[in-house]
């Protein structure tokens, strides 16, 4: 069973930085287009960032273009989210999710995704 487990979340000023790891288990992570989501407290999940199985493509939603990379490396079955210049409105849950299709592009719908992390905080304070 694929599992995937987030981390790297915490309290940070305006301005500072954070990297969000994704763990995902299993043997076919090399396959799987993954997306990073963000959810603020009492708001529905928003997309925050995205990238194919190659690596080589990824998309942002506007207000974190420039400042958030999503990366990963295959050999490690991990995904990453780099967090530049975070501001007091990036606080939220953040989660990764796996779509499972082999060699697809990236997705940028909740529902384009059928295994999440557990999410973890990330609060910047102003």
């Known amino acids: 069973q694929v599992q995937l487990v987030e981390s790297g979340g915490g309290l940070v000023q305006t301005g500072c930085s954070l990297r969000l790891s994704c763990a995902v288990s299993?043997?076919?992570?090399?396959?799987?287009?993954m997306g990073w989501f963000r959810q603020p407290l009492g708001k529905e999940r928003q997309f925050v960032g995205a990238?194919?199985?190659?690596?080589?493509?990824?998309y942002y939603t506007d207000s974190v273009k420039g400042r958030f990379i999503i990366s990963r490396d295959n050999d490690q079955n991990m995904a990453y989210l780099q967090m530049n210049n975070l501001e007091p409105e990036d606080t939220a849950v953040y989660y990764c999710?796996?779509?499972?299709?082999?060699?697809?592009?990236?997705?940028?719908?909740?529902?384009?995704?059928?295994?999440w992390g557990q999410g973890t905080q990330v609060t910047v304070s102003s």
């Open positions: 990238i194919d199985w190659t690596g080589e493509r990824t």
């Open positions: 299993g043997r076919s992570f090399s396959v799987y287009s």
């Open positions: 999710a796996a779509n499972t299709a082999a060699n697809g592009p990236y997705y940028t719908s909740v529902a384009n995704y059928a295994l």
